[in-house]
T-cell receptor
Framework: AQSVTQPDIHITVSEGASLELRCNYS??????LFWYVQSPGQGLQLLLK??????LVQGIKGFEAEFKRSQSSFNLRKPSVHWSDAAEYFC?????????????FGAGTRLAVHP | NAGVTQTPKFQVLKTGQSMTLQCAQD?????MYWYRQDPGMGLRLIYY???????DKGEVPNGYNVSRLNKREFSLRLESAAPSQTSVYFC????????????FGPGTRLLVL
């Protein structure tokens, strides 16, 4: 079955530390991949996306993600976390499926940042 | 540009009451979507409209109806609210169904007692 998995429900890092949020998907073809961020009480904001080409993509706010086809992964990274990065992060995969085209979201990873 | 706007921001309903959630976008997008967000489950697609005049079911359509009023507006109606519909509802839009980047509204928090 098609699915998106974010293995970490909660992650806590210290300000200035590096960050990696994991995302794995299950899909037969190469999907389109997204990372969204949701601040408390807000809607989702697109951080970055991968459609094709260079497997390392840069996004806003200093985030980057790497698509690894062999691992069916699209992990989000940031070299130095700021307190304002505390939020919930969603990986999403756009899949072309029989019934309709759909954007499937992972359950999310909540990031806390210690000063 | 306001992007995607949703009204109301908050709503409390009693079981069996009806209500309509409103969504509008000013980006001239063709496709619009309604999602619900529940803890630990990410977002799930309720209904979507690939273009003006068309609507289709998503993953969790039961208990909901939608109307694509015009290109800008896409409403979600709960005819007889149930406690299981307590959730946060997000509207989104994209240039076209195959234009995969979706832009989200701020959400509507709904509590059904």
């Amino acid at each position: 079955a098609q699915s998106v998995t974010q293995p970490d429900i909660h992650i806590t890092v210290s300000e200035g530390a590096s960050l990696e949020l994991r995302c794995n998907y299950s899909y037969g073809a190469t999907p389109y991949l997204f990372w969204y961020v949701q601040s408390p009480g807000q809607g989702l904001q697109l951080l970055l996306k991968y459609f094709s080409g260079d497997t390392l993509v840069q996004g806003i706010k200093g985030f980057e993600a790497e698509f690894k086809r062999s691992q069916s992964s699209f992990n989000l990274r940031k070299p130095s976390v700021h307190w304002s990065d505390a939020a919930e992060y969603f990986c999403a995969v756009f899949m072309f499926s029989g019934g309709y085209n759909k954007l499937i979201f992972g359950a999310g990873t909540r990031l806390a940042v210690h000063p | 540009n306001a992007g995607v706007t949703q009204t109301p921001k908050f709503q409390v309903l009693k079981t069996g009451q009806s209500m309509t959630l409103q969504c509008a976008q000013d980006m001239n997008h063709n496709s619009m979507y309604w999602y619900r967000q529940d803890p630990g489950m990410g977002l799930r697609l309720i209904y979507y409209s690939a273009s003006e005049g068309t609507t289709d079911k998503g993953e969790v359509p039961n208990g909901y109806n939608v109307s694509r009023l015009n290109k800008r507006e896409f409403s979600l109606r709960l005819e007889s609210a149930a406690p299981s519909q307590t959730s946060v509802y997000f509207c989104a839009s994209s240039e076209a169904e195959y234009q995969e980047t979706q832009y989200f509204g701020p959400g509507t928090r709904l509590l059904v007692l």
